[in-house]
């Protein structure tokens, strides 16, 4: 299959950075990427696997700087269980229940702006996780909701090729991309751990999968 092949200005939008930082990259050779002529190009496989291996390794900062406190972030009624076995719904489902945080201002553009990162992009990070994200100006503090999915969603693009199972959704304000990096960073290392995941995708209920998630991100 011919991997897709994006540019600059695409993966600028994807990463929420500057075209300009991600042809510094591109140049000191920090981020997988070729030359066609005179213009760079990059593989969106060899983006996601960089993406995905800077999310998994996390940044070099101490614990005490990459922890993250759950409870302000997600509250027990943006836990749902979601049976929808396709993507984009379980993805709209997701996004419905995110909007009705306070700190979200427009649904609108919160779903928009999920579904067309998705369709740049996988989101999903294998395992059968996938982290939806976003940063807007339309959001006024980092949220984020979580969806069990009880019928697994098989149409994610995903590098291990295991169905989702479980969907982390977190929108930011356009100006805390530190603190998003670190709340992507810091869920995606705990996440690795499989008695974590299957205790949330197991739980009898929403409010158990609640405790669960916020106890074990605890730790």
Known sequence: MIDDILTIEEVAKYLRVSERTVYDWAQKGEIPAGKIGTVWRFKK?????????????????????TTIDVNKILSPNRVVFIN??????????LAGVLAAAP?????????????????????????GIAIPHVRLSSVTDLVMAV??????????QTLDDKPVNLLIMIAAAYNQHTYYLKTLSYFSAKLKNQDFRESIVNAVNEEEAYRFFCHQTAL
């Open 147 to 156: 969806g069990v999915c009880k019928t697994p969603v098989m149409d994610f």
């Open 84 to 93: 929808q076995p396709s993507k984009q719904d379980a993805l709209t489902t």
């Open 103 to 127: 700190q979200v201002k427009r649904a609108d553009e919160l779903l928009n702006e999920i579904l067309k990162r998705e369709d740049l992009m996988s989101t999903a990070i294998g395992r």
């Open 45 to 65: 496989s060899e983006v996601e696997n960089w993406v995905n291996e800077r999310l998994s390794s996390g940044y070099s900062a101490r614990k005490s700087d």
